[in-house]
Antibody
Framework: QVTLRESGPALVKPTQTLTLTCTFS??????????VSWIRQPPGKALEWLAL???????YYSTSLKTRLTISKDTSKNQVVLTMTNMDPVDTATYYC??????????????WGQGTLVTVSS | SSELTQDPAVSVALGQTVRITCQGD??????ASWYQQKPGQAPVLVIY???KRPSGIPDRFSGSSSGNTASLTITGAQAEDEADYYC???????????FGGGTKLTVL
């Protein structure tokens, strides 16, 4: 069965770089069509899409955050890593990774991790 | 970039039908998917490919789309359907994605 699990620091200081790891099982990111994405949700607020990486190592980023984000994958470890630079208290959120399915002109998140809460505070 | 607009809150009487809408220009090109999120939990996919349900999602959940508006309909709402609902679609391309602001559904 497909599972995803996020890991990383629970607390980061302002201006620091956040590194989050998504470890997954039940599928391979080397299989054509497979993608993994990161999404975040500030407390009490809406979901926000951050980044996507596909099986061919193509990477896509939120327009508003692209200068701060880097997504990468380690296919041998079944992991996807997201880094976000220059963290600010407004970046406090639960960060989710999710598997992304593709059906024609349509992507959707069919499996989600449980999320990891990251607090930005000095 | 595009935006997806949802009503912040909707209520429905137990057993009645409710429609949750999502509006945005990107919906003229890309299908919406819908996610249910209960407090303290990760989102769960309930509708994809405009009107397909993943295994395990009750058939009282359905989706539709017309022009720039996608809709999630719950026919015969149950107490357990009380949750936040988010729509999602492609934005400037199929690989750039955007979420709606979410709709809080209350079942009375």
């Amino acid at each position: 069965q497909v599972t995803l699990r996020e890991s990383g620091p629970a607390l980061v200081k302002p201006t620091q770089t956040l590194t989050l790891t998504c470890t997954f099982s039940g599928f391979s990111l080397s299989t054509s069509g497979m993608c993994v994405s990161w999404i975040r949700q500030p407390p009490g607020k809406a979901l926000e899409w951050l980044a996507l990486i596909d099986w061919d190592d193509d990477k896509y980023y939120s327009t508003s955050l692209k200068t701060r984000l880097t997504i990468s994958k380690d296919t041998s470890k079944n992991q996807v890593v997201l880094t976000m630079t220059n963290m600010d208290p407004v970046d406090t959120a639960t960060y989710y990774c999710a598997r992304v399915a593709l059906s024609g002109l349509h992507r959707y998140f069919d499996y989600w991790g449980q999320g990891t809460l990251v607090t930005v505070s000095s | 970039s595009s935006e997806l607009t949802q009503d912040p809150a909707v209520s429905v009487a137990l057993g009645q039908t409710v429609r949750i809408t999502c509006q945005g220009d990107s919906l003229r090109t890309y299908y919406a998917s819908w996610y249910q999120q209960k407090p303290g939990q990760a989102p769960v996919l309930v509708i994809y490919d405009k009107n397909k349900r993943p295994s395990g999602i009750p058939d009282r959940f359905s989706g539709s789309s017309s022009g720039n508006t996608a809709s999630l309909t719950i026919t015969g709402a149950q107490a357990e359907d009380e949750a936040d609902y988010y729509c999602n679609s492609g934005d400037s391309s199929v690989n750039h994605l955007v979420f709606g602001g979410g709709t809080k559904l209350t079942v009375l």
